[in-house]
Structures are given as structure tokens and as C-alpha cells.
């Protein structure tokens, strides 16, 4: 598989895009704004070079910066995807913009082309629906940030043939990952249990039990977790999380999903987490 386009360049859409281009794939970038592909090119240059000073050891990390950049073609136009043979799509957890964006992929894509669905919680049987190839449509989780993360969880719709699950399979191997497969259901196996569980952390801060960082202390120190639930709420985004949440609550019809009005409230604020600087902790920018 040489070609794969990954559509959408916030933050684990240039993760995996550098992830791609690290491991000799060329990459066709693409999102609707020029200044998020700007600014994702740049975070890539970055990282790469963060990565080479610190000697590390992943697929890539000792090639020159620029070929590893040479082989990334960002683009406003989707039509340029009519060259790959596998698409990811990582746009925002808004049934809206993504079933749209699936409408444009069906039209433009080549019909061999498989899609992958990278969401936290919206059914991929549902995003498969909305095409005219449901047995080429499957979910592939990735985890921030994805150039360090191992393994990513693969979805399998009710419509995915077995030959899409081993296309997917093939890829994060030649991305040197494992893929893990479950079944689809909304939020899958990480997000079901995370998105409650960091909904509930949130809920003990907002009731006075705890401040978020006693909460996290408790993970880190007492279970061994290299970040605490508010903490990694922060580094995912405070919106993406509360997004996932209302899915999730939708879904199941469930109140345990009820999401927390601390988390609401930091949203309406702008406090989105690492990305804005302030979450449920205080980052430098």
C-alpha cells in the first residue's frame, strides 16, 4: 500500500500523517482550511526533528527531516484523494460534517478504496450506510499521540468484509502497530469505559470531593496510570471529550452517560485542555 490519505489536520491527523510518512507511505493531507495544514506541517517538522535530537529508535526518526516531508502532499481538495488506496478521516465528532465528508470520499475515491472511520464513539456501521461501499468501511481508533502509540483499535461494522479488516490490519503493520479488533457499538471498548470514567473524575471535582489534581495523584500513584483521568481529558480536548460523551448518552439512552456540567462549563469557556492552556490543569503555551 503506497498512497493513503488522511483527511483532517488537527491533532491525530498529523500525528498520523507523520506516522504514515515516517514509515515510507506517501500521505495526501487534507483539510478545508490552509492554515491548519500550515500549521500541521509545521508541528510535523517539529516533531520530526524533536525526534532525530532525542535518538529515537521508531521507523523514520533517523531520515532527513525534508524527505521524510517530501513525501506529505497537503490539500484543500478532496478530489486529490482519487489516489489512494486507503483514506482515514479524523474530522470533528459531528455527525453532520462527517457524514458529508463521507458523501465527498464516496464520490471522488476510486470504489476499492477502503475508509476508515477515526472516531471516538459515532457508530461505524452508520458512517458506512451513508456510502455505496459498507463492506470497505471500518473504524481505526487511533491513540494521541500516534506516532508513539503501538497498538490502535479496529472497528468492524456490521457491513465490513474480512478482506477490509486484513487491508487495515496489512497498513498498521507496515506502520510497524497492532491493530486490535472488536465489534461496533458506540464507543467501542476504550471510549465505553475512558469517557465514563473521565466524566466521573470530573463529577468529584464538580461535587467538591476532590481537586482534579488529587484525583489524578490517586491514578498515577495508587494504579500505576502515567496520567490521571483529568489529565489525559486535557491532552485529548475537552471538547472532543464532551462530544464523545453526549454520543455515548444519545447512543444508550443511559443517564450514567449524563455529562458533567463542570466539563460542559469549561468548554462554553474555552478551556478546551492542553491545547488552549487550560483544562481542568493550567498548561504553559
Not at 500516534?146 to 506502520?175: F, N, Q, Y
Not at 455515548?248 to 460542559?264: A, I, M, N, Q, V
Amino acid at each position: 500500500m503506497r498512497t493513503v490519505g488522511v483527511v483532517g489536520a488537527g491533532t491525530i491527523g498529523r500525528g498520523l500523517a507523520q506516522s504514515l510518512a515516517m514509515t515510507g507511505h506517501e500521505v495526501v493531507l487534507v483539510d478545508i482550511a490552509e492554515e491548519a495544514l500550515d500549521d500541521a506541517l509545521a508541528q510535523i517538522r517539529r516533531d520530526l526533528r524533536f525526534a532525530r535530537m532525542l535518538g529515537a529508535q521508531s521507523a523514520g526518526a533517523h531520515e532527513p527531516v525534508d524527505t521524510v516531508l517530501e513525501r506529505l502532499r497537503p490539500t484543500t481538495d478532496h478530489a486529490e484523494l482519487k489516489a489512494a488506496e486507503f483514506v482515514v478521516e479524523n474530522v470533528v465528532e459531528d455527525w453532520d460534517v462527517k457524514s458529508e465528508v463521507y458523501r465527498i470520499l464516496d464520490s471522488v475515491c476510486p470504489e476499492e478504496t477502503v475508509f476508515a472511520a477515526n472516531t471516538s464513539c459515532v457508530p461505524i456501521t452508520r458512517i458506512g450506510a451513508q456510502t455505496r461501499r459498507p463492506d470497505r468501511i471500518l473504524g481505526m481508533h487511533f491513540m494521541n499521540p500516534v506516532p508513539l502509540k503501538p497498538v490502535v483499535e479496529v472497528i468492524r461494522a456490521v457491513h465490513t468484509s474480512d478482506a477490509t479488516v486484513e487491508t487495515a490490519l496489512r497498513l498498521l503493520s507496515g506502520m510497524g502497530k497492532e491493530g486490535i479488533v472488536v465489534n461496533d457499538s458506540p464507543g467501542f471498548v476504550s471510549n465505553r469505559v475512558m469517557m465514563l470514567a473521565v466524566n466521573e473524575a470530573a463529577y468529584l471535582v464538580y461535587e467538591g470531593v476532590a481537586d482534579a489534581a488529587s484525583v489524578d495523584r490517586i491514578f498515577t500513584t495508587c494504579f500505576g496510570h502515567r496520567m490521571g483521568m483529568l489529565e489525559t481529558a486535557d491532552l485529548i480536548g475537552l471538547d472532543t471529550i464532551l462530544r464523545s460523551i453526549e454520543v455515548l448518552h444519545e447512543r444508550f439512552g443511559d443517564s450514567k452517560y449524563r455529562p458533567c456540567p463542570l466539563l460542559r462549563q469549561l468548554v462554553d469557556a474555552g478551556y478546551l485542555g492542553r491545547k488552549s492552556g487550560r483544562g481542568f490543569h493550567t498548561y504553559e503555551q
